[in-house]
């Protein structure tokens, strides 16, 4: 059973930095690419990009070049998004997704439960 | 970017009864239209892609159709398991973009 398990909620200082998790199972990780989406409180999906874990290739919806970071960990089978200088429009839920390669063609197959950032002084 | 454009927002049925949600892009795209359902506590679940070409597992009461920059999700004799959040998103070009959902509640 493919699963993507995401880490726990994290609390931010607006202006710092937060590192989130998301560890794959039940397939092979490097045959897929991983997308993370954001959902702000009540609102709906933004996609914001995604990394091939085994180049380490990245794509990201130009809003959030300056944002986000995606890593992955071929070790671990782990992909990560860091999210940097947090302000109050960071607060989200965050979720990977993995899709099938770097065609736009491709869809999100199998969703993570979700990470909520909550950026807060 | 492509806008996508999705209503209603809200809806509210009853067990047995069909539903459709619609999404409409701002350009052509062809036929990469998907739909996801979203339910608290749940991962969020892919239903439909390229329109109309349903993910393993879904069950066929689903249906999608459209194509160009007009698409319909149909869910024919309602289960109670189907309500819930609906979005839709297209799959043309990137940036993928998605729909502002549609929450479909028990009548």
């Known amino acids: 059973e493919v699963q993507l398990q995401q880490s726990g909620p994290e609390v931010g200082r607006p202006g710092s930095s937060v590192k989130i998790s998301c560890k794959a199972s039940g397939y092979t990780f490097t045959d897929y690419v991983m997308n993370w989406v954001k959902q702000s409180p009540g609102q709906g999906l933004e996609w914001i990009g995604w990394?091939?874990?085994?180049?380490?290739?990245?794509d990201y919806a130009e809003k959030f070049k300056k944002k986000a970071t995606l890593t992955a960990d071929t070790s671990s089978s782990t992909a990560y998004i860091q999210l940097s200088s947090l302000t109050s429009e960071d607060t989200a839920t965050y979720f990977c997704?993995?899709?099938?390669?770097?065609?736009?063609?491709?869809?999100?197959?199998?969703w993570g439960q979700g990470a909520s950032v909550t950026v807060s002084s | 970017d492509v806008q996508m454009t999705q209503s209603p927002s809200n809806l509210a049925a009853s067990p047995g009864e069909s539903v459709s949600i619609n999404c409409k892009a701002s350009k052509s795209i062809s036929k990469y239209l998907a739909w996801y359902q979203q339910k608290p506590g749940k991962a969020n679940k892919l239903l439909i892609y390229?329109?109309?070409t349903l993910q393993s597992g879904t069950p066929s009461r689903f249906s999608g159709s459209g194509s160009g920059t007009d698409f319909t999700l149909t869910i024919r004799n309602l289960e109670p398991e189907d309500f819930g959040l609906y979005y839709c998103q297209q799959h043309n070009e990137y940036p993928w973009t998605f729909g502002g959902g549609t929450k479909l509640e028990l009548k």
């Open positions: 997704a993995r899709s099938g390669g770097y065609s736009a063609y491709y869809v999100m197959d199998a």
């Open positions: 990394i091939d874990p085994e180049y380490g290739s990245t």
């Open positions: 390229s329109g109309s």
